[in-house]
Protein backbone atom coordinates (compact mmCIF):
# COMPACT_ATOMS: atom_id res chain seq x y z
CA UNK A 1 0.00 0.00 0.00
CA UNK A 2 2.72 2.41 0.51
CA UNK A 3 3.89 2.51 -2.99
CA UNK A 4 0.42 3.58 -3.53
CA UNK A 5 0.52 6.28 -1.61
CA UNK A 6 4.32 7.13 -2.52
CA UNK A 7 3.02 7.45 -5.73
CA UNK A 8 -0.25 9.70 -4.77
CA UNK A 9 1.89 12.22 -3.17
CA UNK A 10 4.48 11.99 -6.50
CA UNK A 11 1.22 12.79 -8.47
CA UNK A 12 -0.21 15.43 -6.01
CA UNK A 13 3.67 16.78 -6.27
CA UNK A 14 3.35 17.35 -9.82
CA UNK A 15 0.13 19.17 -9.64
CA UNK A 16 1.37 21.26 -7.02
CA UNK A 17 4.59 22.34 -8.46
CA UNK A 18 4.76 26.03 -8.72
CA UNK A 19 7.74 26.21 -11.38
CA UNK A 20 6.88 25.20 -14.87
CA UNK A 21 10.17 23.90 -16.08
CA UNK A 22 10.36 21.66 -12.82
CA UNK A 23 6.53 20.71 -13.63
CA UNK A 24 7.21 19.47 -16.78
CA UNK A 25 10.56 17.93 -15.94
CA UNK A 26 8.20 15.99 -12.93
CA UNK A 27 5.47 14.73 -15.80
CA UNK A 28 8.53 13.41 -18.02
CA UNK A 29 9.78 11.31 -14.46
CA UNK A 30 6.30 9.92 -13.13
CA UNK A 31 4.58 9.63 -16.05
CA UNK A 32 5.31 7.28 -19.35
CA UNK A 33 5.91 9.07 -22.81
CA UNK A 34 2.64 7.91 -24.78
CA UNK A 35 0.55 8.37 -20.80
CA UNK A 36 -2.35 9.29 -21.20
CA UNK A 37 -4.85 11.79 -18.84
CA UNK A 38 -8.74 11.83 -19.33
CA UNK A 39 -11.58 13.74 -17.25
CA UNK A 40 -14.81 15.31 -18.19
CA UNK A 41 -12.90 18.57 -19.31
CA UNK A 42 -9.65 16.95 -20.91
CA UNK A 43 -8.19 14.19 -23.34
CA UNK A 44 -5.04 14.34 -23.74
CA UNK A 45 -1.71 11.79 -24.51
CA UNK A 46 2.17 12.34 -23.61
CA UNK A 47 4.31 14.60 -21.54
CA UNK A 48 3.20 18.18 -23.19
CA UNK A 49 -0.44 17.68 -23.01
CA UNK A 50 -0.26 16.68 -19.85
CA UNK A 51 1.67 19.44 -19.25
CA UNK A 52 -0.44 22.21 -20.35
CA UNK A 53 -3.55 20.34 -18.58
CA UNK A 54 -1.80 20.57 -15.29
CA UNK A 55 -0.31 24.06 -16.11
CA UNK A 56 -3.84 25.16 -17.46
CA UNK A 57 -5.37 24.04 -13.71
CA UNK A 58 -2.78 26.39 -11.87
CA UNK A 59 -3.62 29.47 -14.07
CA UNK A 60 -7.44 28.56 -13.29
CA UNK A 61 -7.02 28.65 -9.85
CA UNK A 62 -3.72 30.69 -8.79
CA UNK A 63 -2.94 30.12 -5.33
CA UNK A 64 -4.57 26.54 -4.40
CA UNK A 65 -3.39 23.17 -4.22
CA UNK A 66 -3.93 19.84 -4.31
CA UNK A 67 -4.24 17.11 -1.79
CA UNK A 68 -5.44 13.57 -0.89
CA UNK A 69 -9.22 13.47 -0.11
CA UNK A 70 -10.00 9.70 1.57
CA UNK A 71 -8.15 6.76 1.54
CA UNK A 72 -5.65 5.36 -1.48
CA UNK A 73 -6.32 2.30 -2.66
CA UNK A 74 -4.88 -0.19 -5.36
CA UNK A 75 -3.90 -3.24 -6.46
CA UNK A 76 -1.72 -4.67 -9.37
CA UNK A 77 -0.63 -2.04 -11.37
CA UNK A 78 -3.98 0.61 -10.20
CA UNK A 79 -4.17 2.85 -7.64
CA UNK A 80 -7.17 4.59 -6.77
CA UNK A 81 -7.72 8.40 -4.86
CA UNK A 82 -9.95 10.86 -4.24
CA UNK A 83 -8.16 14.41 -3.88
CA UNK A 84 -9.46 18.37 -3.55
CA UNK A 85 -8.49 21.54 -4.46
CA UNK A 86 -8.04 23.96 -1.82
CA UNK A 87 -6.77 27.41 -1.55
CA UNK A 88 -3.34 26.78 -0.21
CA UNK A 89 -4.07 28.86 3.05
CA UNK A 90 -6.83 26.17 3.97
CA UNK A 91 -10.48 26.63 3.68
CA UNK A 92 -13.32 24.83 1.81
CA UNK A 93 -12.64 23.33 -1.31
CA UNK A 94 -13.13 24.17 -5.19
CA UNK A 95 -13.05 21.16 -6.79
CA UNK A 96 -13.22 17.80 -5.91
CA UNK A 97 -12.57 14.41 -7.49
CA UNK A 98 -11.30 10.89 -8.00
CA UNK A 99 -8.78 9.65 -9.82
CA UNK A 100 -7.95 5.77 -10.88
CA UNK A 101 -4.12 5.74 -12.04
CA UNK A 102 -2.55 3.17 -13.89
CA UNK A 103 1.19 2.08 -14.00
CA UNK A 104 3.74 0.30 -16.08
CA UNK A 105 5.85 -2.50 -14.75
CA UNK A 106 8.53 0.30 -13.64
CA UNK A 107 5.70 1.95 -11.68
CA UNK A 108 5.26 5.10 -14.07
CA UNK A 109 1.95 6.07 -14.45
CA UNK A 110 0.38 4.96 -18.17
CA UNK A 111 -3.14 6.13 -17.65
CA UNK A 112 -5.15 8.34 -15.42
CA UNK A 113 -8.97 8.02 -15.62
CA UNK A 114 -10.41 11.25 -13.37
CA UNK A 115 -13.67 11.93 -12.53
CA UNK A 116 -15.09 15.25 -10.77
CA UNK A 117 -17.36 15.02 -8.25
CA UNK A 118 -17.75 18.88 -7.99
CA UNK A 119 -16.83 21.57 -9.99
CA UNK A 120 -17.59 25.82 -10.28
CA UNK A 121 -20.52 26.39 -12.01
CA UNK A 122 -18.42 27.94 -14.85
CA UNK A 123 -16.50 25.01 -15.20
Known amino acids: MSTHSDL???????????????????????????????????AVRGHQEITAVVTGVRDTFPGHVLRRHGIVDGHHDVVRFGWELVPAEGGDSVVVGFDVAVCDPDGRVRAVHGFLDKVPAAA
Open 8 to 42: VDRYLAVWNEPDAAARASAVATLFTPDATYTDPLA
